[in-house]
């Protein structure tokens, strides 16, 4: 049997057997199209920032103009400690994030009133009708598991805390482009308005934990200084009232051993003033350095309410399942026709050799 001959076999099989191809096809798109309509459509929504990377060069300009004026030695070369945009997905990713959002408030249309994130996912979230058929499985689950409470330890978490954490963390995607640093976060929730709400606090939190870290250690530096400058200043004072004392007590005397302790005193006054002075200049430094170190974030596209849901694809899921069962019971008829085909050659071959052996056995037998 050549090609034309097989492909026309094949093409009057499948004529024949068009009826299987259409139940198939019948069946499988029912079955697709009640699965995909059960499932709770979602929507997406898109924020893209740009934060600031700076070096640190003007600030290191201040400090060498502050060391040539004052005296003063700060360091111009230190390294700035900074995170980087690659870094931000994992920030978003960790259990102390996902957990201080849980507590944050939005206000989905179900509702109509503000509900933290966590109520939000317990309470008013739809599930799959066939997610209600083991009510008493997951019953039992739930105390293999431990509760689930809104009070998340990040640090101590149980089984199904940690479920739940996976579950919120899945629903924010932060993506980063290398080239320009933009950073893409996508928030997926099933109300739209939600879905905005979150992307806004996704971003807020994320500022705060950058510039907290970018910041720490200057904000430590400025604390500093202004402790040393606040005593400075009271021991200056101190000196100030001794001298101005001493001075008032004795301005009629012309006594060598009093004017040696009136010098004494000024030059203690003298000492605590430049020390006072050079502390509030540090102060001053190490407030500018807060500022320089505090990245800007710009807003490149904010985060609007979604009017087309994300997912589920329903006309591309039921397509797909529609060609794939199609294509499966074709194949299924040509390979079940092949299969009977040679399963009758078999036989058929069995019978003639079973025509063909028996008289050599009848001679044996007379022999």
């Not at 950073?183 to 907290?212: C, E, F, N, W």
């Amino acid at each position: 049997m050549d090609n034309l001959q097989r492909i026309l076999y094949i093409v009057r099989l499948l004529l024949r057997k068009w009826w299987v191809v259409l139940l198939t096809c019948v069946v499988v798109g029912g079955l697709s199209a009640g699965y995909i309509v059960s499932i709770p459509r979602s929507y997406t929504s898109t924020l893209t920032m740009m934060p600031e990377m700076n070096g640190g060069n003007s600030l290191g300009n201040l400090a060498n103009m502050a060391s040539q004026i004052a005296g003063i030695k700060l360091g111009s070369g230190e390294t700035e400690d900074v995170i980087y945009p690659e870094f931000y997905p994992k920030v978003i990713g960790t259990s102390d994030f996902i957990a201080d959002l849980l507590k944050q408030e939005v206000t989905p249309k179900k509702a109509g009133h503000a509900v933290t994130l966590y109520d939000y996912f317990t309470k008013y979230q739809e599930v799959p009708w066939w997610d209600g058929l083991f009510d008493g499985d997951g019953e039992k689950k739930v105390d293999k598991d431990g509760p689930l409470t809104p009070d998340i330890n990040p640090r101590r978490m149980t089984k199904r805390q940690e479920r739940f954490v996976r579950e919120v963390s899945s629903a924010i995607q932060c993506f980063i482009e290398k080239r320009t640093t933009m950073v893409t976060i996508h928030v997926t929730m099933q109300d739209p308005d939600v879905a905005a709400q979150v992307v806004g606090l996704v971003q807020k939190r994320l500022q705060s934990y950058i510039i907290d870290y970018r910041t720490s250690k200057a904000r430590t530096d400025e604390a500093y200084y202004d402790q040393l400058t606040a005593k400075a200043l009271i021991d200056y004072k101190d000196a100030q009232k001794a001298y101005a004392a001493f001075a008032d007590a004795n301005q009629d005397l012309v006594l060598a051993s009093v004017k040696q302790e009136e010098e004494r005193l000024e030059n203690e006054m003298q000492m605590a003033f430049n020390v006072y002075s050079q502390s509030a200049m540090q102060l001053q430094l190490a407030r500018a350095k807060v500022q320089e170190r505090t990245p800007a974030f710009t807003i490149i596209q904010p985060a609007c309410v979604p009017t087309k849901p994300s997912a589920p694809k329903r006309f591309v899921f039921v397509g797909m399942m529609l060609v794939l069962s199609f294509i499966g019971s074709v194949l299924a008829i040509i390979f079940w026709d092949h299969y009977k085909r040679q399963k009758r050659a078999e036989v058929e071959g069995g019978r003639s050799a079973g025509r063909t052996n028996p008289e050599p056995v009848e001679d044996t037998a007379e022999a």
